[in-house]
């Protein structure tokens, strides 16, 4: 056999191995059926062609459900709520189902009015400091992260003060307040937060 006829069949051989790997590295990326990448494929499948209005993107860029009002999402998804609401206040999907942005927003100043209600009229310096890494943290992990970003901003300019159950009951209502402004709604009377979250109102319909 000549050099050159050896040498010929060692290119063929190695093309062939070279196809091969080629070959095998674009089947290892692709799932079956699938044009493209398999991260791809999943990311744009959870990331609707046209959003709904009044839907928002979290941070990783797919629809925020804790972001989001119900309304909203069922818009999105295209369907509709088992039960229609019967209130203002019934929810639109069952007690069990993850919250959307208003529930999130009213169970979480029931529970931050709540702490300002029980909070000590003379607190000591290390519940101060504790308190306020509370707020700070709370408004870190909230889980609707503009709502987070909204409440950090306006911290702050408003200091939380903590220095007393009056003081720390105050700073609640007027944080409250401010949301309620940026959202369109009426402002609350702050000198009356204790019959609101603590006493109950003076005509006793709050007694038992």
């Keep these: ?10 290119n063929v051989r190695g ?7 080629r070959r095998t590295l674009r ?3 692709m799932a079956p059926g699938q044009a493209g990448p398999v991260e791809k494929q999943d990311a744009d499948q959870d990331v609707p062609a046209k959003l709904a209005k009044g839907v928002v993107l979290g941070p990783d ?3 925020c459900r804790t972001c989001t009002d119900v309304k909203s999402w069922f818009a999105m998804t295209g369907t509709k709520p088992k039960k229609a609401a019967a209130t203002a206040t019934t929810p639109l999907f069952p007690a069990d189902c993850p919250p ?3 529930m999130l927003g ?24 504790e308190t306020k ?7 870190k992990l909230y889980p609707c992260w503009h ?13 939380p003060r903590v220095s007393s159950r009056s003081e720390f009951g105050t700073w609640m209502c007027e944080a409250h307040n401010a949301v309620n402004e940026k959202l369109g709604k009426d402002q609350f009377d702050c000198t009356r937060w204790e019959e609101r979250w603590r006493t109950g109102w003076k005509d006793g319909r709050c007694d038992p």
Excluded at 1 to 10: A, I, V
């Design 1 to 10: 056999m000549s050099q050159g006829s050896s040498l010929q069949k060692k």
């Design 15 to 21: 093309s062939a191995r070279t196809n091969h790997r």
């Design 27 to 29: 089947e290892r990326d």
């Design 61 to 63: 860029g797919k629809p």
């Design 100 to 102: 959307d942005v208003e």
């Design 106 to 129: 009213r169970s979480s100043w029931t529970l931050l009015h709540s702490i300002a209600a029980t909070y000590p009229t003379a607190p000591t310096p290390q519940l101060q400091s």
């Design 133 to 139: 890494s509370f707020l700070s943290t709370f408004g």
């Design 147 to 159: 709502c987070a970003e909204d409440f950090q901003t306006w911290m702050t300019k408003n200091t």
